[in-house]
């Protein structure tokens, strides 16, 4: 169960807090459709070479990073965002710290 505030206005980048050398995260909304999450990776992380069943949706709040799908590069940063198809491939890695906002839904 979350236990973030709801019918509250969020400062969504303020919710999870950067720790050197780490990636953390804070699970915003969870459901069985689906689930938003949020990351703060410190510059030099990652999340290595995955797949997943489902559609995922990364929004970049601030910062910079560099996001593979199926061996392709994507830079992105803070006010974009790129869609990661489901059953293809996909890394994460932070070229300068960065927050994300995850959405994904099961369907």
């Known amino acids: 169960m979350s236990t973030t505030p709801k019918a509250q206005i ?13 990636v953390v995260s804070r699970q915003i909304i969870k459901g069985e459709s689906g689930n938003v999450t ?12 995955h797949t997943t069943p489902f559609d995922a949706l990364a929004q970049v709040l601030e910062g910079q990073v560099e ?4 061996g392709q590069p994507f830079a992105l ?5 790129i869609v990661m198809p489901a059953d293809q491939p996909h890394a994460v890695f932070a070229t300068k710290r960065f927050k994300m906002l995850l959405t994904m839904i099961r369907a």
Do not use: H, N, P
């Open 67 to 70: 996001i593979k799908i199926a």
């Open 10 to 22: 969020l400062a969504m980048a303020g919710l999870v807090d950067y720790q050197a050398g780490a």
């Open 38 to 49: 949020l990351f703060a990776f410190d510059e030099g992380q990652e999340l290595s070479e």
């Open 77 to 81: 940063k803070a006010g974009e965002g």
